[in-house]
């Protein structure tokens, strides 16, 4: 089963045609995604098209589509606390890869 890559940030945002060249990616949030990464995901599980989601940019038979953005900040009070254990444990492991890396290269 294929895993969609969805991409977001100030990167993507500022180039979404460029990065949509990437046919590895299946869409781009532009801007804010706190919400917008769950509104993708109840689609992806529901087997819903993204295609009425506001604030992103997709691929469909190699046509880019850009979708309005949403006005406005995101309500982040409504979004759950992070799991920060998970987030210290998946660190410490990539700071040992990262090193291991480092080491070999020098």
């Given at each position: 089963?294929?895993?969609?890559v969805?991409w977001?940030?100030?990167?993507?945002?500022?180039?979404p045609e460029?990065?949509?060249?990437?046919?590895d990616?299946f869409?781009?949030i532009r801007?804010?995604g706190e919400?917008?990464?769950i509104?993708?995901?109840d689609?992806?599980?529901?087997n819903?098209?993204?295609e009425n989601?506001l604030?992103i940019?997709?691929k469909i038979?190699?046509k880019i589509?850009?979708?309005p953005?949403k006005s406005g900040?995101p309500?982040i009070?409504?979004?759950?606390v992070?799991?920060?254990?998970l987030?210290?444990?998946?660190?410490?492991?990539?700071?040992?890869?990262?090193?291991k890396?480092?080491?070999n290269?020098?």
């Amino acid at each position: 089963e294929e895993i969609p890559v969805i991409w977001g940030g100030a990167y993507v945002s500022s180039i979404p045609e460029y990065a949509l060249k990437n046919n590895d990616i299946f869409c781009i949030i532009r801007f804010f995604g706190e919400e917008t990464i769950i509104e993708i995901a109840d689609c992806i599980k529901n087997n819903m098209p993204i295609e009425n989601t506001l604030g992103i940019s997709y691929k469909i038979n190699n046509k880019i589509f850009h979708n309005p953005s949403k006005s406005g900040l995101p309500d982040i009070s409504k979004l759950p606390v992070p799991a920060w254990h998970l987030i210290k444990e998946n660190l410490n492991y990539n700071q040992k890869i990262l090193s291991k890396l480092i080491l070999n290269c020098t």
